[in-house]
């Protein structure tokens, strides 16, 4: 039997395994996925690695009591041990005071994330595709470090009430650090796809060439409140930071920046500036993505910010029971509208400002106002009367996301993009923020 099942075998599957349970409801999970990477340093191929990954999970209840198992085994003998555990750990375990029962069937809409491209990368494509990057850093006698990562894979759910989900997948993600012989210049790019034939390596590596080039004999300058533009991949990384905390149960217990002093939430109410819109669609064709939650539910489009002001909040089925209101899934994808504008436009409307590349070693200060911390790397430059002057010294930041979008003064054209610290894919605009905070200098380049 393959690892990746098509939407029959799958459905098949689940039958089997379900037709064990004596259960009062039983919920199957199953993921199955092919994954090849190569890495790279030094200019030099390091590791060539593939991964094959199949598991299947049970989840009995009896009442209000819950177990699961999970097995990456598939016989016939193994599933109905799997259900029998994950009975034997429901009987045993106390009453879920938030149980709700498993779902109802649901209707999802169509998402296509599989690419027949992307499925079809061996070890020869993902060679040809790094040596395309190699050759660029070596003849200008660059240090390269990269990673190329391709996976294939589907996932599918089952519950004793008859829903049933299935939704397969493709990605590739590309990262790539470039530094120059003395260490003093480096420069990153990282792009992440459905689709392997929008990759493109060379043209990447150029612009990381670039950056490095370009970062050598960085000036210092003195910290404090600057004009920046934020390339996506620097504005992704403080953006998620947003998209993680837009649960309406923290918010209703205080515990977010969402959160009012009288025990509610702030939807209806404007938090950021009226240019940014903030929304989930599994449809969409630059980010395609599970048209299912977790528990089953369905995804449609959903606007999270839109014209500034807060729409919607994530409920769970239990918060939102509780709260007397429709549940709303955790979603699978979060976009951000963009405006119209280029890089270059971005950076010949700057009087004086700060071009950054990539902020890394995110960490949360405060998350009532969401105050984040981190520094910048990998290419950070001065802008003066429209033109990049010179490259400077790297900055530590201190700066809440809401506060940087209340400052906006120009979105650029969305694009895919890869955050380098969770790995997800977002689709997020490059943006000018006036009053940005540099708190220190940093060292490092």
């Known amino acids: 039997m393959s690892i990746i099942l098509s939407e029959s075998e799958a459905k098949a599957l689940c039958q089997k395994v379900l037709s064990y349970s004596k259960a009062d409801e039983c919920e199957i999970n199953i993921l199955g996925e092919e994954r090849g990477n190569l890495r790279y340093a030094r200019n030099e191929v390091s590791t060539s690695g593939s991964l094959i990954n199949q598991n299947l999970q049970v989840q009995s209840s009896f009442g209000k009591r819950v177990g699961i198992a999970t097995i990456d085994e598939f016989s016939d003998e193994s599933f109905e041990k799997v259900v029998r555990r994950s009975e034997e750990l429901a009987r045993l375990a106390p009453e879920n005071p938030e149980f709700v029962s498993v779902l109802e069937p649901q209707t999802y809409v169509k998402s296509s994330g599989f690419f027949e491209s992307t499925a079809g990368i061996n070890p020869d494509k993902r060679a040809d595709a790094v040596a395309k990057s190699l050759e660029l850093s070596r003849a200008q006698n660059l240090t390269a470090a990269g990673f190329l990562d391709n996976q294939k894979g589907?996932?599918?759910?089952?519950?004793?009430?008859?829903?049933?989900?299935?939704?397969?997948?493709?990605?590739?993600?590309?990262?790539?650090?470039?530094?120059?012989?003395?260490?003093?210049?480096?420069?990153?790019?990282?792009?992440?796809?459905?689709?392997?034939?929008?990759?493109?390596?060379?043209?990447?590596?150029?612009?990381?060439?670039?950056?490095?080039?370009?970062?050598?004999?960085?000036?210092?300058?003195?910290?404090?409140?600057?004009?920046?533009?934020?390339?996506?991949?620097?504005?992704?990384?403080?953006?998620?930071?947003?998209?993680?905390?837009?649960?309406?149960?923290?918010?209703?217990?205080?515990?977010?920046?969402?959160?009012?002093?009288?025990?509610?939430?702030?939807?209806?109410?404007?938090?950021?500036?009226?240019?940014?819109?903030?929304?989930?669609?599994?449809?969409?064709?630059?980010?395609?993505?599970?048209?299912?939650?977790?528990?089953?539910?369905?995804?449609?489009?959903?606007?999270?910010?839109?014209?500034?002001?807060?729409?919607?909040?994530?409920?769970?089925?239990?918060?939102?029971?509780?709260?007397?209101?429709?549940p709303v899934p955790t979603p699978t994808n979060v976009i951000m509208e963009g405006g119209t504008a280029t890089m270059e436009e971005l950076i010949k409307s700057t009087k004086q400002g700060i071009l950054v590349t990539k902020l890394w070693y995110i960490r949360e200060v405060d998350p009532q106002t969401l105050l984040l911390t981190g520094l910048t790397r990998d290419g950070t430059f001065y802008i003066e009367n429209g033109v990049i002057k010179h490259p400077i010294k790297n900055f530590r930041f201190n700066e809440s996301p809401v506060i940087m979008l209340n400052n906006l003064e120009t979105l650029g054209k969305s694009e895919r993009v890869v955050s380098t610290e969770s790995n997800q894919n977002y689709l997020i605009p490059p943006m000018k923020i006036r009053e940005f905070t540099f708190s220190s200098l940093s060292d490092a380049v």
């Open 154 to 326: 589907y996932s599918a759910m089952m519950n004793s009430k008859g829903l049933f989900a299935y939704y397969p997948s493709t990605s590739v993600n590309f990262s790539l650090t470039v530094r120059t012989p003395d260490g003093k210049g480096s420069g990153y790019i990282a792009k992440g796809y459905s689709d392997v034939n929008k990759l493109d390596t060379a043209a990447a590596t150029r612009i990381a060439i670039q950056k490095s080039l370009g970062s050598v004999e960085a000036k210092a300058l003195e910290p404090g409140k600057y004009t920046v533009i934020l390339e996506p991949t620097a504005a992704a990384v403080l953006l998620e930071n947003i998209f993680f905390n837009f649960d309406a149960r923290s918010a209703d217990e205080g515990r977010s920046f969402l959160s009012k002093p009288d025990g509610k939430s702030k939807i209806g109410e404007k938090i950021v500036d009226e240019r940014v819109n903030i929304y989930s669609d599994p449809t969409n064709p630059d980010l395609p993505a599970s048209p299912w939650a977790g528990d089953g539910q369905a995804i449609d489009k959903i606007n999270w910010i839109e014209k500034g002001v807060v729409k919607n909040l994530i409920y769970s089925r239990f918060w939102a029971q509780k709260n007397n209101v429709k």
